[in-house]
């Protein structure tokens, strides 16, 4: 998922990182309230319509009608031109001067809008800009302009997906988004052969990373974020190169290095950050369940997710609706119920961040009138926050430009 916030925030949070590995992402100022109709409690510079897009997507993948307060937010952070910043404090003011665009939340927007009701003009729109914003390689890069990387390929392609535009059918200088995927992927002969880079390295060099791979496989694949299990390709577990470099091979050979990386690591993918290491990433393993259930290696996939269900509640709590959002996908992609995710419900977890879903109120309302009649208040708290610091996992578990062998 492939992830995800603005060059910028992936900087300061590797400072923060580096420096003290404890911190975390900062929490809101005293002097800046939170929007009511924003899920999380983290301070939203970096990763507001990111975060707000996942909770709509994750609340509509399992049948929820999310609020429409929650709805309007994300459309109000709409820019003129169809694009979102990564967040706005200030939407009453034009985007222009220092606002920056960003693609990936653009996109993640895009999926949520054709996800709810009666947005689809919003959410095309952003898509419009998206296809304005593609580079002579085929590919996005993370804010316009910017060079393509694999991660904001793969999520812009999810977005074109979503409204019913096939990617093949836009070429920047005769260049395909598939180009730029296959122009990235490792050949089979390499160390680590089949995964795909994130972007070359300063030497052009192509070193794997798991999380561009996830997001790769799913672009290959003309995926968005919402899948279900595919059946087994039949060349499954062959490697293609060449000519045979499709878009279908590069999902098969991401979606083996995926499988192979997480089966020898126990079953999870380990974090690439300074001072992170052997420690579980979370959020890129999630990614990496949804990627090879759309990629047809649902099997492969089922030690990852049962890790998943074991060990990620903590970082769920610490990461809050994005992270819970990524867990509700990985058990839609898989066919699994996020109402009992290793004991936890994901759903209602996810809905008490931020305001309660148009279909959770409904049913909440006869419960809540028959313990007040007699004689309980029950006291539902939506939202109230995460201590500081404990969104970091999240964001240090999403898209960055760290490279991983």
Not at 160 to 183: F, I, M, N, T
Not at 304 to 331: D, F, H, R, T, V
């Amino acid at each position: 998922m492939n992830v995800r916030r603005s060059a910028a925030a992936l900087a300061v949070i590797a400072v923060i990182g580096a420096a003290t590995p404890a911190a975390a992402d900062p929490s809101p100022s005293a002097s800046a309230a939170l929007p009511s109709g924003l899920y999380g409690s983290t301070d939203p510079k970096y990763d507001g319509v990111w975060r707000q897009s996942l909770a709509l997507i994750a609340q509509r993948a399992v049948g929820e009608t999310p609020s429409g307060k929650a709805v309007d937010w994300l459309t109000e952070q709409q820019c003129s031109n169809g694009a979102f910043a990564a967040y706005r404090a200030d939407t009453s003011k034009p985007c222009e001067g220092n606002v920056v665009f960003d693609t990936n939340a653009t996109a993640a927007a895009a999926q949520a809008l054709m996800a709810v009701h009666d947005h689809d003009g919003q959410a095309r729109s952003a898509v419009s800009w998206l296809k304005g914003q593609q580079n002579k390689d085929g590919g996005w890069g993370y804010t316009s302009p910017g060079p393509s990387d694999s991660n904001s390929t793969g999520v812009v392609i999810g977005a074109l997906a979503a409204v019913g535009d096939h990617p093949s059918v836009l070429r920047g200088e005769g260049k395909s988004p598939y180009d730029l995927l296959a122009k990235m992927s490792l050949p089979c002969d390499a160390q680590a052969g089949g995964a795909l880079a994130y972007q070359p390295d300063k030497k052009g060099k192509l070193v794997a990373n798991a999380d561009a791979t996830a997001a790769g496989v799913l672009g290959a694949l003309g995926k968005g974020f919402v899948v279900t299990a595919a059946k087994r390709p039949a060349d499954y577990g062959k490697c293609a190169e060449g000519k045979s470099l499709t878009p279908r091979g590069v999902s098969g050979n991401g979606a083996a290095y995926l499988a192979v990386t997480m089966l020898r690591n126990g079953n999870h993918l380990t974090s690439v950050l300074p001072g992170a290491k052997d420690q579980p990433d979370y959020g890129n393993t999630a990614d990496a369940v949804v990627a090879l259930a759309a990629a047809g290696w649902t099997e492969e996939a089922r030690k990852p997710y049962a890790w998943l269900e074991k060990n990620s509640a903590q970082w769920a709590k610490q990461g809050g609706p994005a992270a819970y959002a990524e867990l509700i996908l990985a058990a839609h992609a898989m066919g699994e119920d996020p109402r009992n995710f290793g004991g936890t419900d994901l759903v209602r977890e996810l809905n008490a961040t931020g305001p309660a879903p148009q279909t959770a109120k409904r049913a909440a309302e006869p419960a809540k009138k028959a313990e007040h009649d007699s004689g309980t208040n029950v006291w539902w708290i939506v939202g109230t926050g995460l201590v500081a610091g404990i969104g970091i996992g999240f964001l240090l578990s999403g898209r960055r430009k760290k490279q991983q062998p």
